[in-house]
């Protein structure tokens, strides 16, 4: 079975422009975390959807926002980007909301803000 | 203060040695623990959970101590596959929301 998958792989946007990233999650996973990595650091949680809808969000500012669709995969918007948002961007399925399951991490999306 | 705290390391241990992580976390209601291992440049993976009991998994071994809101990661008989960096992760609950939160991660190198 496919595992977790996103794209795209790497991208390298300008400041001020806007990005969207896509993950699919594991077949049969109603649930995707997306997470930002800065090199360095631990994944910081940005959002999770649960059904379609958002159920947690983290500390990340309202240029970010994101969705789920009814085949459960999910899109991650950025908009009017900033060097600071140049990280690793990780999507994570799970099979139910309760974060005790194991969350199963896709290979991520490295943005690059020049 | 952060959520949850790592040495970042790196911790340079030449191989068969036994070699421990701790980590700390600020939450008291934290409900579940977890140690991931990420390899260079790849996605973190689940590596165990962590149990009150303390639970071990072939060389590896998990304690946690909700008294003292401190969790640890034993390696034994360390292996030159085991480099990697291993991230203390924490669910916790706020206002509805589950998240996991994850501390800086601690880099381990195993020497030849």
């Known amino acids: 079975d496919a595992g977790v998958t996103q794209s795209p792989t790497h991208l390298i946007k300008t400041r001020g422009q806007h990005v969207t990233l896509r993950c699919s999650p594991i077949s049969g996973h109603k649930s995707v975390s997306w997470y930002q990595q800065v090199l360095g650091q631990g994944p910081q949680f940005i959002f999770q959807y649960y059904e379609k809808e958002e159920r947690g969000r983290g500390n990340f500012p309202d240029r970010f926002s994101a969705r789920q669709f009814p085949n459960y995969s999910s899109e991650l918007n950025v908009n009017a980007l900033l060097l600071g948002d140049s990280a690793l961007y990780l999507c994570?399925?799970?099979?139910?909301?309760?974060?005790?399951?194991?969350?199963?991490f896709g290979p991520g999306t490295r943005l690059t803000v020049t | 203060r952060k959520e949850v705290e790592q040495d970042p390391g790196p911790f340079n241990v030449p191989e068969g040695a036994t070699v421990a992580f701790n980590c700390t976390y600020s939450n008291s209601a934290s409900q579940s623990f977890f140690w991931y291992r990420q390899d260079c440049r790849k996605e973190p993976k689940l590596l165990m959970s962590?149990?009150?009991s303390g639970n071990e998994d072939g060389r590896f071994t998990a304690q946690l101590n909700r008294a003292s809101q401190y969790i640890s990661l034993l390696i034994r008989d360390s292996k030159l596959s085991d480099s990697a960096t291993y991230l203390c992760v924490v669910n916790n609950l706020n206002f509805g929301n589950e998240k996991l939160t994850f501390g800086t991660g601690t880099r381990l190198t195993i020497i030849p």
């Open positions: 994570a399925s799970s099979l139910v909301r309760d974060t005790d399951y194991e969350q199963y």
């Open positions: 962590v149990y009150s």
